[in-house]
């Protein structure tokens, strides 16, 4: 019974090995039928099946995959290049999902795509990020100096602020800062304001509050300024006249006879208060500077006009060039030191300067006369400021040069019998 059993086993067993050796053959069989029959179709239809396999184009783009510009800028997108095997350059007929609006800020995803004559597409893609890093501008309307008078109420003169995401964001705008209007001194207002991106912008206004010149004033002896004007009378010294009378301010003139035409302005200037003095009749180099003789020739012309003009002649000179020129060497060698002398021995005094507009050189317009008037005044304890009132720019600096000195507290005085004079080194 034993036995039996055991060859029937070995039996079955033999039976479901050769079954699983059947199917593995069967199924083995299968596959390599199917290779087959694959590797004769391509055989057979070798330029149809080319077709339908047919590589796809190749899309490059051009510049960089990620690209930042600034909000508010004209994005220029630099394309793609598509190049296809069949059917050669492609790059005309990529195309994108997108526009860039540069207006707004964020990334844009742009996705180019071409499809080649086999009607295989592919895509590339580029991120523009659009962001505001730029700041709002603030225009303050009248500048970032205002001048006001003692006294009187502080109008805000105004503002702009103008954003180049946001556009207008004057409504936005923070003002900070008091003024005081009674009390002398230079005050800051502060304007902010802060685009949607969180850009800030602050600027300042300097609000500077003065009083004219009192009557009768005292010289401190320190922040002191003398305000000397050449060359005139002429076409511009009766609006000079307006100007420091508006502010009380006493100057000082150092006269010609350039234009006779003026010459009444000579005693309008000793009526108004200030200080008359010689410069020269001729106010040519070429005569005065020959000889003594021919200086004082000069001189004594010029002291009579201004008697006629004021009712009384003056000891108080400016040499035309300053005591320290050197012009005058082509016509008389030393004939600087000489004056300098001979007028003390007369006793006259000549006043020269240590403040120069540039007025009369490189300088041409106010605002450049304003800067260095002022720098100038604030390196000197007492300043002896030279301008010519021949020359409208410089006239038209003064209001604003006598302003500034009056807020920071400076004395505006003419030259008198009592005033050190300021000499230059003498070079012939
Ligand atoms: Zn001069």
């Known amino acids: 019974m034993m036995k039996k059993a055991w060859y029937k086993y070995l039996i079955i067993g033999s039976v479901v090995f050769l079954a699983i050796v059947a199917i593995i053959f069967v199924i083995d069989k299968k596959n390599k039928t199917r290779i087959t029959n694959s590797d004769k179709n391509l055989q057979v239809s070798g330029d149809n099946i080319q077709k339908a396999d047919s590589k796809a184009p190749v899309i490059t783009l051009i510049g960089s995959p990620e690209i930042t510009i600034e909000a508010g800028t004209d994005y220029e997108d630099s394309g793609c290049m598509a190049v296809d095997e069949a059917d050669g350059d492609i790059s005309e007929k990529v195309t994108k999902d997108k526009l860039v609006d540069s207006d707004v800020t964020g990334d844009v995803k742009i996705i180019y795509s071409v499809k080649n004559s086999a009607g295989i597409e592919v895509h590339t893609e580029r991120i523009v990020h659009v962001v505001d890093t730029t700041a709002p501008d603030i225009n303050l309307i009248d500048g970032t100096t205002y001048y006001i008078k003692n006294g009187t109420q502080y109008c805000e003169p105004g503002y702009e602020a103008e954003d180049s995401c946001d556009g207008n964001l004057t409504s936005k705008v923070k003002v900070s800062g008091n003024v005081d209007t009674q009390t002398d001194g230079k005050y800051t207002l502060t304007y902010e304001v802060e685009d949607a991106a969180g850009n800030k912008t602050s ?40 100007v420091l009378d508006k502010y009380n301010v006493k100057a000082t003139f150092f006269v010609t006879n350039g234009k006779p035409a003026y010459q009444n302005l000579i005693g309008k200037e000793a009526a108004d208060g200030h200080t008359v003095a010689i410069h020269s009749a001729s106010h040519e180099y070429s005569k005065i500077y020959q000889s003594l003789d021919a200086y004082f020739e000069d001189f004594d012309e010029m002291n009579d006009i201004i008697q006629q003009q004021t009712g009384e002649k003056t000891d108080l000179l400016r040499f035309p060039g300053g005591s320290s020129n050197t012009v005058s060497a082509t016509y008389c060698y030393g004939i600087m030191s000489q004056l300098v002398c001979a007028v003390e021995a007369k006793g006259l005094r000549y006043c020269d300067w240590n403040v120069s507009s540039g007025d009369a050189g490189e300088v041409n317009s106010s605002s450049q006369v304003v800067n260095n008037v002022i720098n100038g005044i604030k390196a000197n304890n007492v300043s002896v400021v030279l301008q010519h009132d021949t020359r409208e720019f410089s006239v038209d600096a003064v209001e604003e040069i006598i302003q500034w000195g009056l807020s920071e507290g400076y004395t505006f005085l003419p030259i008198t019998d009592t005033t050190p004079m300021s000499h230059h080194k003498v070079n012939n």
Do not use: A, H, I, W
Request: aromatic content about 10%.
């Open 203 to 242: 600027v300042e206004r300097c609000v500077r509050v003065y009083s004219p010149m009192p009557d009768n004033t005292v010289n401190p002896g320190n922040k002191v300024v003398y305000l000397t004007f050449d060359d005139g009378p002429g076409k511009y010294t009766q609006r000079l006249l307006d």
